[in-house]
């Protein structure tokens, strides 16, 4: 996997990636920390708006600069938005209001979802074979599951010596030395689309996924992680401190066996595609995270069973290994069914659309947990998850070989062959 780091402009862009990750997540914990000077026992509501704001920026804001910077050169617009994204970060120490992290968040999303989506669709220009590409989607996903396992644990260190507010410091580094990375590379010249009207551009990457059966069956797939994650995320404390009784630190431990799951199988990913295909891989994926929320609830109807703990962490395990099959080839279908005039757009579609679920199973998941309990919520995002998984399966279809051309071949009377030109003794 790691032969593709020989590629210079690769390994200047993935030492990039790493940076602001590790900027961003402690950016995370430092700001929940802000939250909870300004708002006290409020944080959580302060939190909640804040993540309510991210997703309305990258669902809104990603194919709207798509289409404005299509003539912009990637280089310039990867480099300004991550020095935007380092000034909000050198602001934020300074907010003194909630409306004022409000206002911060969302233009630190915005630069995100300029960022991300243009970062995405340059690394199959610079890496254009396939074999390749396919490392490096397995160690972009291995760098996002180590960010979330390591970022906790390095801003922990940190909060030790000094205060949390020179967690913003670290953001701010993180974000400038991925600008200098950026800046330092050289990139492949990417060809721009013809002119066109404003809503055209905005709307073509939506267009392209309309028309692209295996597109629109990575939406319905989209719905199926979306479903699953949220579970994941919005209710594993909840879970683990009172369903199952257990301690802050068992919560960092189910968060680790699913990350440590998703991780295992970004290593194996390389050689598992070389065998099989995008589409069973990633239908395989769509097919375990259902029977895993499944399994969540079954688990949750007898909390004090001995074997409820190991139980879920073998559950959150599998669920983040199926979660890594679905999004892990997903970038390569999104390259495959789209070329150097379309490729941005398409790839902000997908991280417009790909959050748009966020934004539905989010809520679905803490207001069902809250009022039907926890069984009875993973239950529903079960039926979702696999109602989405039925619907992409059924959209795209496994390709039919071409039956075999059969002609008969009658011995032919002498006035036929003298009939037919093609007869040539």
Known sequence: ?????????????FSAQVVALIGTGMLTVALGLLAFDLAGGDAGIVLGIALTIKMVAYVGVAPIMSALTNHISRKTLLVSSDVLRAAVAVS??????AWQIYIL?????A???????AFQALIPEVLPRESHYTRALSLSRLAYDLESLLSPILAAALLTVISYHSLFVGTVFGFMASAALVLSTTLPVMRASAAAPFLDRLTRGVRVFWRTPPLRALLAMNMVVAASTAMIIVNTVVIVQTALGRSPVDYAIALACYGFGSMLVALALPGILERYSDRAVMLIGCSVLPLGLVAVAVALLSPDAPAAWPALLTVWFVLGAATALVLTPSARILRRHSDDTNRPAVFAAQFSLSHACFILTYPLAGILGATLGLAPTAFVLAAVALTAGIIAAQIWKRPTPA???????PSPQPS????DPSNVD
């Open 1 to 13: 996997m790691l032969d593709v780091l020989r590629n210079t402009a690769y390994r200047k862009l």
């Open 92 to 97: 934020l120490p300074f907010v003194t209001e």
């Open 105 to 109: 968040i969302f233009v630190l999303q």
């Open 111 to 117: 630069a995100s979802a300029t960022f991300t989506p």
């Open 403 to 409: 039956a075999p051309l059969t002609v008969p071949n």
């Open 416 to 419: 036929d062959r003298r009939r």
